[in-house]
């Protein structure tokens, strides 16, 4: 008998080519998706940190955001205050996707730990990492 499909709520940033690839892994698993755009959802400290606290501060971060790979903003420097006030002043920074089923939330794309959590079915697993931007010119960085 076959497991039960998850039904995830997926914050995502529109058009993002790895979002995309991301979804149609889980979509291609028969899971269910309820997509939110990362960008605009109605962030608070509370809300952000259910999906964070489990994480080190420097893993809450989008590594593709361009004030990261700028060196303005050096995750590896900033207590959890002042990096939960940084991410929701500007969400493009956020780690991504952020995902929820139920009560079990999920920050980043590991294909390993996402296996491990809900099943990607039988397709083929990649061994890595589906998180990180599908397009060299950033579609994945750009604010809209």
Same mark, same amino acid.
């Given at each position: 008998?076959?497991?039960?499909?998850?039904? &995830?709520?997926?914050?995502?940033?529109?058009?993002?080519?790895?979002?995309?690839? *991301?979804? +149609?892994?889980?979509?291609?698993?028969?899971?269910?998706?309820? @997509?939110?755009?990362?960008?605009?959802?109605?962030?608070?400290?509370? $809300?952000? /940190?259910?999906? /964070?606290?489990?994480?080190?501060?420097?893993?809450?971060?989008?590594? !593709?955001? %361009? *004030?990261?790979?700028?060196?303005? @903003?050096? %995750?590896? $420097?900033?207590?959890?205050?002042?990096?939960?006030?940084? /991410?929701?002043?500007?969400?493009?920074? &956020?780690?991504?996707?952020?995902?929820?089923?139920?009560?079990?939330?999920?920050?980043?794309?590991?294909?390993? +730990? @996402?296996? !491990?959590? &809900?099943?990607?079915?039988? *397709? %083929? @697993?990649?061994?890595? $990492?589906?998180?990180?931007? !599908?397009? !060299?010119?950033?579609?994945?960085?750009? %604010?809209?």
């Amino acid at each position: 008998m076959k497991a039960p499909m998850a039904h &995830i709520t997926f914050y995502e940033k529109p058009g993002c080519g790895g979002n995309a690839r *991301q979804k +149609a892994m889980l979509l291609a698993a028969q899971h269910t998706l309820d @997509v939110k755009n990362l960008l605009d959802a109605p962030w608070t400290k509370d $809300s952000l /940190l259910l999906f /964070l606290k489990p994480l080190a501060v420097a893993e809450w971060f989008n590594r !593709a955001a %361009p *004030q990261v790979k700028s060196g303005e @903003v050096v %995750p590896e $420097s900033l207590d959890a205050e002042t990096a939960l006030a940084l /991410l929701l002043a500007q969400p493009l920074l &956020i780690r991504r996707p952020l995902m929820e089923v139920g009560e079990q939330r999920m920050v980043g794309f590991d294909t390993a +730990a @996402v296996h !491990a959590w &809900i099943g990607l079915g039988e *397709q %083929p @697993v990649p061994p890595r $990492s589906l998180e990180g931007c !599908a397009a !060299a010119a950033g579609d994945c960085t750009s %604010p809209l």
